[in-house]
């Protein structure tokens, strides 16, 4: 059986700085400068409502952001959040009036249909299912890469052992770490990262304050 660390708790991050810091003088020395991990999840969201959202925000600003969703959310009126049949019910048209390209809107209706087959998985069956298994899954849906879904496994299912290695911002802070003429690349992250386990999750925390 396949563990499922999913422990964000301020134990938790308390028990994965004392492991950074004693790795070496550069990560003491950045934790000391940065203070306690102040990172917050949305565990109450259900995978689709996240996934929904993730797509609405990417490749733009909070603010652009928050207007786009802001106007899709405005469509439903009676509802915190349009279930997957009210996504799929309205039309295209008007959902495009609120901002969305025609990619996104194809992704977010992908969600949602794969939501409604079963794809996507509710929050209880995903709490049973290990980081690659969640990856692989959802990683199929037009429009939805690995960082997608790994921040979806930070920010909502509370994991604690994920390193986004594509993340330009986790490779940077790296280097700005180290005092490194290049940041390293996606392989070689992975295999560095491989010392911050089981804490990598707060690890990418800390890098992304070091760009």
Same mark, same amino acid.
């Given at each position: 059986?396949?563990?499922?660390?999913?422990?964000?708790?301020?134990?938790?991050? *308390?028990?994965?700085?004392? @492991? $950074?810091?004693?790795? +070496?003088? +550069? #990560?003491?020395?950045?934790?000391?400068?940065?203070?306690?991990?102040? @990172?917050?999840?949305?565990?109450?969201?259900?995978?689709?409502?996240?996934?929904?959202?993730?797509?609405?925000?990417?490749?733009? @600003?909070?603010?652009?952001? =928050?207007?786009? &969703?802001?106007? $899709?959310?405005? $469509?439903?009126? +009676? %509802?915190?959040?349009?279930?997957?049949?009210? &996504? $799929?019910?309205?039309?295209?048209?008007?959902?495009?009036?609120?901002?969305?390209? %025609?990619?996104?809107?194809?992704?977010?209706?992908?969600?949602?249909?794969?939501?409604? +087959?079963?794809?996507?998985? /509710?929050?209880?069956?995903? /709490?049973?299912?290990? *980081? *690659?298994?969640?990856?692989?899954?959802?990683?199929?849906?037009?429009?939805?890469?690995?960082?997608?879904?790994?921040?979806?496994?930070?920010?909502?299912?509370?994991? /604690? =052992?994920?390193?986004?290695?594509? *993340?330009?911002?986790?490779?940077?802070?790296?280097?700005?770490?180290?005092?490194?003429?290049?940041?390293?690349?996606?392989?070689?992250?992975?295999?560095?990262?491989?010392?911050?386990?089981?804490?990598? /999750?707060? %690890?990418? #925390?800390?890098? #992304?304050?070091?760009?």
């Amino acid at each position: 059986m396949v563990e499922i660390i999913s422990d964000l708790s301020s134990g938790a991050f *308390d028990r994965a700085v004392e @492991h $950074l810091c004693e790795l +070496d003088t +550069d #990560w003491a020395r950045h934790i000391q400068t940065v203070g306690a991990c102040r @990172h917050q999840a949305k565990p109450a969201r259900e995978p689709y409502e996240a996934l929904v959202r993730a797509i609405a925000y990417q490749q733009l @600003h909070a603010k652009a952001g =928050d207007a786009i &969703l802001g106007r $899709l959310l405005s $469509l439903y009126p +009676d %509802a915190l959040f349009p279930s997957p049949a009210q &996504l $799929l019910e309205t039309a295209e048209d008007s959902q495009r009036a609120c901002g969305f390209s %025609a990619a996104k809107l194809a992704t977010i209706r992908g969600i949602a249909q794969a939501a409604i +087959d079963g794809l996507v998985p /509710t929050r209880a069956e995903a /709490t049973l299912l290990s *980081d *690659d298994q969640l990856i692989e899954r959802l990683i199929s849906l037009r429009g939805i890469g690995r960082w997608t879904v790994e921040m979806f496994l930070i920010y909502t299912l509370e994991r /604690t =052992d994920i390193l986004p290695i594509d *993340d330009f911002g986790i490779r940077e802070g790296y280097r700005r770490l180290k005092g490194l003429d290049k940041s390293p690349t996606p392989r070689e992250m992975r295999e560095i990262g491989k010392a911050w386990a089981p804490y990598r /999750t707060v %690890a990418a #925390w800390y890098l #992304w304050r070091c760009t």
